[in-house]
């Protein structure tokens, strides 16, 4: 039997809070991505080039694979984000509604990377995995797209696997204290849209 383990300090090491937003893949079509980009140079959205992630106007716009991105914005009447992008993207792309598959949750806290640490095989660092970028890999045996924001980081994962991927971050967290919050939409993220 090992000792149990001590928190380490008074406040929540991690805060884990549910995101509330749609999710909207954008796919450019072969050979149209610098159109895709410039198109939305015009509109102030920013398509990373690479892994990362950029600001839009109303959101957030995570590149996890090569020309796709993953865009949030707050909630809208079913499937408007889907059609509002897919008119964005006119001949140079592709947009998919992939909000009701996906779980949104934000991480915050000083504990916050020892947490994931002990299911990740990233180097979640905050001098390797800064501010602006992003990534997906498999944390706990889940699927997991991870976005890193001034305010904390952001995770999307399957809404299939959403529960299992809270109750392992509430017992991984426990040890340095683990405090679920509410709901918030996305746009009060401090600092991550415009």
Partial sequence: MSAPERRTGRSAGLRLTPVVADVVELAALPGRAAALRARA??????LPDRLGSGATPDGLAIAARPDRWLLLTGRA???ASAVRWREFAA???VAIDLSAGFALLHLAG???????ARGCRLDLD?????PRQAATTIIAQVSVTLAALPSG???LTPVTTARYFSEWLAASAAPFGFESLPGQPLAELSGETR
Wanted: no cysteine.
């Fill in 91 to 93: 001949n140079d792309g």
């Fill in 110 to 116: 000083e504990q916050l990377r020892a947490v994931l």
């Fill in 41 to 46: 140079a015009e509109r102030a959205v920013a």
């Fill in 153 to 155: 980081l952001l995770l």
């Fill in 77 to 79: 009447p079913p499937a």
């Fill in 126 to 130: 905050a001098d390797v995995f800064g």
